[in-house]
């Protein structure tokens, strides 16, 4: 099957390079401390952060550090035909796991002591790359609930098929058997926290998708910043400054 | 996460700087350097598929077991492979019993995704009738001694134990063809798995602010890491699988750099691996040997090459006086050969062993022949001397002397049917077999070292013997 057109456009119209449009809303989940809703393309996620908060589960405490919890899942009706997911399927647990200690990774977790910060993600639409959008939504809910981060935490995907790398991946293209490239950075520092990938890549054309999901994640980085800037100029305004 | 808070709970702060400490200067708690692997060894169960690997003090299981099911509806000629561990309590106290913590489902699909994703197993080999019945191969690996380092361990017991797993031969039958008829190893010689290549996991673990990597991370240093990187690479220079999942934030140059040094250790690994399965698989053939011991079968083409120009020449005559001449020892001698050889290679194709260069020109596939257990082709010359004593000495030489006679009159010079004849002659004569254990010689001229001192023994004997060939 073709995924790339000879006249370089991809089945959704895009260019090789080009990632899907992203929209993201903060505030969506008014009980939450800090909550968003970041739509890539198709792919559109909840993220609702509770926290800091006291420990539920005593014997779990960390007396140095906070904990930090985090929960994915799938919606029934996010993909195309509707399955019943059991809660705690062995991919939910597994990005549930990712994503939580790339979280962690990212937050000043020894400012606050013997307390709880929980992460709940839910994928509302699935188009493929929910793992990238669900990172980015939880950065914005982190950020919106006002807990101490190092950086902003944001992913891409990445992908290569009929010898072109390919930005974004979309349902079709992740499910075309070829390798599928996830990346996590924090941005201004530069550093990769997130890095998955699965199926088989020669070695230097691995380098070229990471640097190119590496690109979009700064893109994505940027256009974060953004929505936070009116975010916070919003609440200014509110308060009357 | 359970498990890394559980190890890091339990250490002191004093070892956690320790370790930290000494990595600043280059030092790994236990000796070795940043990018040392531990020991590793992998051992073979009796069964086929099932394997036991050591790596440093981390001790994994790996079983491989195959069913034959329905395929899935969207891949109907395709296998399917399936992954599942089993994180026992007894490995490590932070593991539970029971439902599979974070990790343990980490790990799992960490390996699945390397050798599935990576179509390392040839799942369409494994297609009995499409659409209707295929092979689901299932890996269970089992844990027993956390020493640290999980990931790279399970990877190695789960690649040994599918190296080493033999299907079930099946055919179709039926007025329809549609019948599938599983054959049990006993009617039809089981088949191995086809893999294309072997993904390595290599686990890297990062510590604090300095960029600091070590390779093969033990227990200890797993409390206190930073971040860790599984890389899973095969030895043509593809990566399989990455997975970095969180943790502390490493620049895009050290990845790189890790998948270098990455590669190297995976050839490093692979080349073990290989050599491991190919001891097991000979050991294996000489198992088999024993294990049809009412058979003892005369190969005509005989090892060495002076059985070889008598083959040429006159044989089946030539070759009965040469094994006359030697008995038993040769006979076991060219069992093991042809042994070694049909079960190196089903087909019956010619094969060269490792003594002066044999050549089978058919393999005598079918039937195996009965060695003594003790019986090694590796090992070195028996003495000379000891061998013409024990052999003159034993009234049982003339024994298989006086049965080789009557059979040999009896077989004709085919190979594949001599060895019904000889079915009730197989005699195991302790003594001679004693002596006749390192009879077999490495190097070139090993068996006509053998076969000379013998000429000039038992040329009475072999004369008798000329008369009926």
């Given at each position: 099957m073709e995924y790339v057109s000879p006249e370089g456009l991809r089945l959704d119209g895009r260019r090789p390079m080009e990632m899907r449009q992203i929209r993201a809303e903060i505030g969506?989940?008014?009980?939450?401390d800090g909550s968003a809703v970041f739509e890539m393309g198709n792919t559109k996620v909840i993220a609702a952060v509770y926290g800091p908060r006291e420990v539920q589960n005593r014997s779990q405490q960390l007396s140095d550090q906070a904990l930090v919890r985090c929960e994915y899942s799938m919606a029934n009706f996010s993909t195309g035909d509707r399955m019943r997911r059991p809660k705690g399927d062995r991919r939910s647990t597994e990005i549930s796991l990712v994503i939580r200690q790339t979280m962690e990774a990212c937050i000043?977790?020894?400012?606050?002591?013997?307390s709880q910060i929980d992460i709940f993600l839910q994928v509302l639409q699935a188009d493929g790359g929910t793992r990238s959008a669900c990172i980015n939504a939880a950065t914005l809910a982190l950020a919106d609930a006002g807990i101490p981060m190092r950086d902003l935490v944001t992913s891409c995907s990445a992908g290569y098929l009929n010898s072109t790398p390919l930005l974004d991946l979309n349902y079709v293209e992740d499910s075309a058997g070829g390798p599928d490239v996830t990346v996590g950075i924090l941005p201004k520092l530069d550093k990769v926290t997130l890095l998955q990938m699965d199926a088989k890549l020669p070695m230097d054309i691995f380098e070229n998708v990471m640097q190119l999901a590496m690109e979009g994640c700064k893109a994505v980085a940027n256009y974060i910043r953004e929505v936070l800037l009116e975010n916070t100029k919003t609440l200014e305004y509110r308060r009357g400054v | 996460m359970e498990q890394r808070l559980g190890n890091s709970l339990r250490m002191t702060l004093n070892e956690k700087n320790f370790i930290k400490t000494a990595l600043l200067s280059d030092l790994r708690v236990d000796g070795r350097r940043p990018f040392d692997y531990r020991n590793l060894s992998i051992k073979f169960g009796r069964e086929d598929g099932s394997s036991e690997v050591q790596l440093g003090k981390t001790h994994v299981m790996g079983f491989v077991t195959a069913q034959l099911v329905q395929p899935y509806r969207d891949r109907p000629n395709e296998g399917t492979l399936s992954f599942y561990t089993e994180f026992s309590p007894m490995a490590d106290p932070s593991f539970e019993a029971g439902r599979p913590g974070e990790s343990a489902v980490e790990l799992g699909r960490i390996v699945d995704r390397g050798l599935r994703e990576s179509r390392a197993?040839?799942?369409?080999?494994?297609?009995?009738?499409?659409?209707?019945l295929v092979w689901s191969i299932r890996i269970d690996i089992h844990i027993l001694d956390n020493g640290g380092n999980l990931v790279d361990a399970s990877n190695i017991a789960a690649l040994a134990a599918l190296l080493t797993f033999r299907r079930p031969e099946c055919t179709l039958g039926g007025e329809d063809g549609q019948e599938v008829i599983v054959h049990p190893p006993e009617v039809r010689e089981p088949l191995p798995l086809i893999l294309h290549h072997l993904p390595i996991a290599v686990t890297f673990a990062f510590f604090g602010d300095e960029n600091i990597v070590v390779i093969d991370p033990t227990h200890n240093e797993e409390a206190v890491m930073g971040g860790r990187m599984t890389a899973t690479l095969n030895t043509?220079?593809?990566?399989?699988a990455i997975q970095k999942a969180g943790g502390a934030g490493v620049m895009q140059s050290v990845i790189m750099q890790c998948l270098r040094i990455a590669s190297v250790k995976a050839a490093d690994i692979t080349s073990k691996i290989k050599n491991a399965v190919e001891l097991h698989n000979t050991e294996r053939a000489l198992r088999k040997i024993k294990r049809h011991s009412s058979f003892v079968a005369l190969d005509v083409?005989?090892?060495?090459a002076k059985m070889r120009e008598n083959e040429n020449q006159s044989g089946h005559q030539k070759e009965v006086g040469e094994l006359s001449r030697n008995h038993t020892e040769r006979l076991k001698l060219i069992s093991e050969e042809s042994c070694v050889s049909q079960s190196n290679d089903v087909q019956g194709e010619t094969q060269s062993s490792e003594q002066g260069g044999t050549s089978w020109r058919d393999g005598n596939a079918k039937s195996f022949i009965s060695r003594p257990s003790s019986w090694d082709p590796s090992t070195k010359g028996v003495d000379a001397d000891l061998l013409k004593a024990s052999l003159a000495s034993s009234a049982g030489a003339l024994i298989p002397n006086k049965k080789l006679k009557e059979s040999i009159s009896e077989e004709k010079p085919c190979e594949a049917k001599l060895e019904e004849p000889l079915a009730d002659i197989y005699v195991a004569p302790s003594r001679i077999e004693a002596s006749v254990i390192g009879l077999q010689t490495n190097g070139e001229n090993t068996l006509k070292d053998a076969v000379k001192p013998k000429n000039k023994r038992k040329k009475k004997a072999s004369s008798t013997i000329m008369q009926i060939g």
């Open positions: 969506a989940v008014a009980k939450a000043l977790t020894h400012l606050m002591p013997r | 197993v040839d799942t369409e080999s494994l297609c009995v009738l499409a659409g209707k043509n220079g593809d990566v399989c083409s005989g090892p060495g």
